[in-house]
């Protein structure tokens, strides 16, 4: 039943902004602790932004200061503003549930792809 669908990516130049939304179904953003990750071709998948139930927001140190991740309560949607986009940041990008004690991830969406280039 639940569903995670990621949008909004593209292609951007380097310094450009995209803002990236994840859609859900089947489950409450602000009663689990939600992430964004991102996979690059030939790299493991890693965690880029976190947001818990308290709203305490964390972020990987190379995306601190240019990354924002936030939610929509009453949409039921969670967002990632990307500024200042490098080459680096090109990857896939989903949204999914944080591996916890309590909690594991659900099933993988497709992802939105990001491309930075020149």
């Known amino acids: 039943q639940v569903q995670l669908v990621e949008s909004g990516g593209g292609l951007v130049q380097p310094g450009g902004s995209l803002r990236l939304s994840c859609a859900a179904s089947g489950i409450v953003l602000r009663n689990n602790f939600m992430a964004w990750y991102r996979q690059a071709p030939g790299k493991e998948r890693e965690l880029v932004a976190s947001?818990?139930?308290?709203?305490?927001?964390t972020y990987e140190d190379s995306v601190k200061g240019r990354f924002t991740i936030s939610r929509d309560n009453v949409k039921n949607m969670m967002y990632l503003q990307m500024n200042n986009l490098k080459p680096e940041d090109t990857a896939v990008y989903y949204c999914?549930?944080?591996?916890?004690?309590?909690?594991?991830?659900?099933?993988w969406g497709q992802g939105t792809q990001v491309t930075v280039s020149s």
């Open positions: 947001i818990p139930m308290n709203g305490m927001t």
């Open positions: 999914n549930r944080v591996s916890t004690f309590i909690s594991s991830p659900f099933d």
